[in-house]
């Protein structure tokens, strides 16, 4: 891993539902030390919590339906602002052209990760994902089972299925992406930060991520790596 720190690095991760966005942002997270931003995770959090934005947020979720762009971006930007001088990696922010263009008035990025995966491969595994929704950890039962069924590696706290990973849910999500999230990647193709990687699994396109990373950004957590 390469060594020197010189610059804050400021990247989103976009992607279908399913994509892999936070399995993959965790080994980033892992290897590069950014700071992991979730929006869903982050309505998932508030949802648990039954706060009043939570529970608005669950009325769109639930239907596999975009939160709306108001709401998102007041959320996001709070986050941002409060994280002060680190590296971040936003995962499911932005996901409308508003709201892209809300975060470059706001915080510019550097560089947009795209993950391009068949949708036919995503219905297949979201079926066998389960969810530790205090932390986000997220267990596939063919791909990375947890230890013990049913229970998060870490914590030892049950694991659950989420709300929006019912078939007809995922169907939903996959349409709103085609629709409102798409024209997102034209956003960043055309201001020269977005970089594809296609491909059917994870462990087939994390290292052409990592040797992107690796090439484009030396990181904070380099200094572990001495
Ligand atoms: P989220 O939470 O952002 P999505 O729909 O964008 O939700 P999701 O479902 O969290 O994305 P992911 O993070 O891309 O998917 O994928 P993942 O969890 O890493 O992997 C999916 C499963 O596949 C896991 O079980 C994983 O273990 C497994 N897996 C990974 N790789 C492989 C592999 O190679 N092989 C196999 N077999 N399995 C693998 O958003 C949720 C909702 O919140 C709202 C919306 O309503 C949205 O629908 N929302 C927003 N609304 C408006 N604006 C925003 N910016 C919003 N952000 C969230
Ligand atoms: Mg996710």
Do not use: C
Not at 84 to 109: C, M, Y
């Amino acid at each position: 891993m390469p060594g020197n720190i010189s610059k804050i690095v400021k990247a989103i991760i976009i992607g279908a539902p399913g994509s892999g966005k936070g399995t993959i942002s965790s080994r980033i997270v892992k290897d590069f030390g950014m700071k992991h931003l979730s929006s869903g995770d982050m309505l998932r959090g508030q949802i648990l919590q039954k706060t009043e934005a939570g529970l608005n947020a669950k009325k769109y979720t639930d239907k596999g339906d975009l939160v709306p762009d108001e709401i998102m971006v007041k959320l996001i930007l709070n986050e941002i602002h409060s994280l002060g001088n680190v590296s971040w990696l936003l995962d499911g922010f932005p996901r409308t052209v508003a709201q892209a263009i809300d975060l470059h008035k706001s915080e510019p990025v550097n560089m947009v990760i795209s993950l391009n995966v068949p949708f036919e491969v995503i219905i297949d595994r979201i079926k066998g994902r389960w969810t530790h929704l205090p932390s986000g950890r997220v267990y596939n039962t063919e791909f990375n089972p947890p230890k013990t069924p049913g229970i998060d590696d870490v914590t030892g706290e049950p694991l659950v299925q989420r709300d929006d990973d019912k078939p007809e849910t995922v169907r939903q999500r996959l349409e709103t992406y085609n629709r409102q999230t798409k024209p997102v990647l034209e956003y960043y193709k055309n201001m020269h930060l977005l970089t594809e990687f296609k491909g059917k699994y994870t462990n087939e396109i994390w290292p052409r991520v990592r040797e992107f990373l690796s090439t484009q950004m030396i990181t904070v957590s380099s200094i572990d790596y001495k």
